[in-house]
């Protein structure tokens, strides 16, 4: 076309170098992915009880498991993927969960969503201390 300058050889194997990485990026994103479950299946042994201090939590990365305690000793635990691309969420900060894929930030203690682009809160996990061991899972 007269009048409009060629684009140079530099620039379109800039941009075909970069649509792969592009694309890679909303796959990993994409619902309709296979994921790991979000919650245990099946009875999971988590280790001592007292891992988990009053006030605190304890992230279980194997298990894809968070477990806080209140103030009063209650137990409770939610799903570690998080909700918005299920990425396993890797981080704690106190009682604060931090999604490494998108930033999606999460209270441990009720499963909140504190921080988008997650909107989802997490599923609760069942979870008991039994013989000074946490067990969480169907069953537990």
Not at 2 to 16: D, E, I, K, M, Y
Not at 96 to 107: A, M, T, V
Request: with cysteine; hydrophobic share 35%.
């Amino acid at each position: 076309m007269p009048g409009r300058p060629s684009a140079s050889r530099r620039t379109v194997l800039r941009g075909a170098a970069l649509t792969p990485v592009a694309a890679l990026g909303l796959t990993a994103c994409d619902p309709g992915g296979t994921y790991a479950p979000a919650t245990p299946t099946a009875p999971v042994d988590l280790g001592a009880e007292s891992e988990v201090p009053k006030g605190g939590a304890k992230l279980y990365r194997d298990h894809n498991v968070v477990v806080s305690r209140d103030d009063d000793g209650t137990l409770k635990a939610f799903s570690s993927l998080c909700t918005h691309a299920q990425c396993p969420i890797n981080r704690l900060e106190g009682t604060r969960l931090i999604c490494p894929c998108h930033g999606s930030e999460f209270d441990a203690t009720t499963g909140q969503v504190t921080r988008s682009p997650a909107s989802v809160p997490l599923p609760e996990v069942p979870v008991r201390a039994q013989g000074g061991k946490l067990v969480a899972g169907p069953d537990a």
